[in-house]
């Protein structure tokens, strides 16, 4: 419904306001997905860990720090299915050799 006011708009200042309202709607939609993603990947670790206690075997729960991890690296897994992880590594070596190239070189004092 926006993009199509969007397109149909002639007055820049109005055009704009829909460009932002476009915009944190599908920022919106985006953080929704990952947080979505994020409670399906720890409901299915907790569920693994529960089928474990069924069989068996002793409890044991992760601390945030561990939960966390478990998650960024199933996230990446999923990422790396899509192929969407080689260019998020790469524009972060982008950004990483930018810095650099903007430090100044050290200077070496003559005796």
């Known amino acids: 419904e926006v993009k199509k006011k969007l397109y149909k708009c002639k007055n820049d200042g109005i055009r704009d306001e829909y460009k932002q309202v476009l915009n944190r709607l599908e920022t919106r939609k985006k953080?929704?997905?990952?947080?979505?993603?994020?409670?399906?990947?720890?409901?299915?670790?907790?569920?693994?860990?529960?089928?474990?206690?069924?069989?068996?075997?002793?409890?044991?729960?992760l601390n945030p720090i561990k939960l966390n991890q478990l998650v960024q690296k199933k996230k990446n897994d999923i990422l790396r299915e899509t192929g969407k992880l080689e260019k998020i590594e790469n524009k972060q070596k982008e950004r990483k050799s930018k810095k650099e190239r903007g430090k100044p070189t050290p200077f070496k004092l003559k005796k």
């Open 31 to 61: 953080v929704r997905e990952s947080r979505e993603l994020d409670r399906n990947i720890r409901r299915d670790i907790k569920q693994e860990e529960i089928n474990s206690i069924k069989v068996g075997k002793r409890p044991f729960y």
